[in-house]
């Protein structure tokens, strides 16, 4: 994998509740320098989509606590369709998965992935399950035809861990997300099986790139048996 590669796995992440259409720019500028996706708010998609039109722009839905009623979530996701996105994080409701309501998760997702001709990715906030809900709710995530399951929005307590990534690859391709903020984590992120690697600090993820370490990486050779 070169550096171009790697970089495309990165969705270049700003998404903070003082975070202007100035920030989202800068962004969107690192993700045109270094080759990366970007992750913007909802509010700024469409301005976004017409500064950047060649950037893969990811959004969010129902950030950050995923408490939104479904109805909320289906439009929020199809506006940010209508408005540019390319790809949706929606995040799961925590509370009804922890409550034992698997029918209302599934039915949330159903609505998210069906309102949208684009990826879905659910975050799934790993830091705050145990391992049956965390299980259960990559199941229902798989079974709603998601694209991506994700760790974690970066807001709940703690971030993505080797670990978790590992159980959420059984189900679907992982976003890895929350607390990856160099090369060294994010490779040990596609090292346990992530496919697409969040992070505000994108651009020093990429700078921090080595070839060598990446040729003897177990992430490497993996992809090398694949092909």
């Known amino acids: 994998m070169d550096r171009a590669a790697f970089a495309a796995r990165i969705d270049h992440t700003v998404l903070g509740p003082e975070t202007t259409f100035d ?3 800068s962004v969107l ?6 080759g990366m996706n970007a992750c913007v708010p909802p509010c700024y998609v469409s301005e976004a989509s017409e500064y950047a039109p060649t950037v893969t722009l990811v959004t969010v839905c129902g950030f950050p606590h995923g408490q939104a009623a479904p109805e909320a979530k289906e439009f929020e996701a199809e506006r940010a369709w209508k408005d540019g996105v390319d790809e ?7 509370g009804r998965l922890r409550g034992g309501d698997d029918g209302a998760i599934a039915d949330e997702l159903g609505r ?6 684009i990826p879905v990715k659910v ?3 790993a830091p705050l399950l145990s391992v049956g809900e965390f299980r259960t709710v990559c199941e229902l995530a798989a079974d709603a035809g998601a694209a991506y399951v994700k760790t974690s929005t970066g807001f709940s307590v703690g971030g993505a861990t080797v670990e978790d990534v590992e159980i959420m690859s059984e189900y679907l391709p992982v976003k890895a997300s929350g607390g990856i903020g160099d090369f060294e984590t994010a490779l040990a992120m596609l090292e346990a099986g992530a496919d697409r690697i969040g992070a505000s600090a994108g651009a020093a993820i990429v700078e921090g790139f080595d070839a060598d370490t990446i040729e003897r990486s177990s992430f490497e050779a993996d992809a090398r048996s694949a092909e």
């Not at 500028?29 to 270094?34: K, L, V």
């Not at 949706?88 to 925590?94: A, L």
Request: net charge negative.
């Open 123 to 125: 975050i799934v906030e």
């Open 88 to 94: 949706i994080d929606v995040v799961v409701n925590v």
């Open 112 to 117: 998210v992935v069906a309102a949208v001709p």
């Open 29 to 34: 500028d690192a993700t045109i320098e270094y």
């Open 23 to 25: 920030d989202v720019r």
